[in-house]
């Protein structure tokens, strides 16, 4: 089910993106990923936020989005892989309307899932919106 969050998330989603990065962004330095996981609650502020919840009512993934954007979409690492994270796209696409999203070039997993879901690769930039040498990749739903 998929619903849209609260503040009241907000550690639960904090969780969740650290199980998901930890899992996948292996190019983040130390200081960088404490860095963003400080900076969370403040990211949650400038996007709509939905959260997937399974069965028993646990949020599992959320998804952020902003304008025509989809943010941030992260699954909590045990349960990857589950068909999580393709509802949550789904519902972006389907319910939301949004068709970009941007990715960091080292997380080769997460473009491969946008890839093989028909997005394209559109743009690059060489540092990420914090100014951090993480180069970026625009991807569109073509």
Known sequence: MITEASNKDYPVLVKIWESAVLATHDFLSEEDFLF???QLPFYFEHVSLYVFKDESL????????????????FIENESRGMGIGKKLLNFAIDSLNLRKVDVNEQNTQALRFYEQRGFIKTGYVDCDSEGKNY??????LS
């Open 36 to 38: 963003y996981k400080s």
């Open 135 to 140: 180069p970026v990749i625009s991807l569109e």
């Open 58 to 73: 646990t949020i599992k993934g959320f998804l952020g989005v902003s304008e025509d954007n989809i943010e941030m979409l």
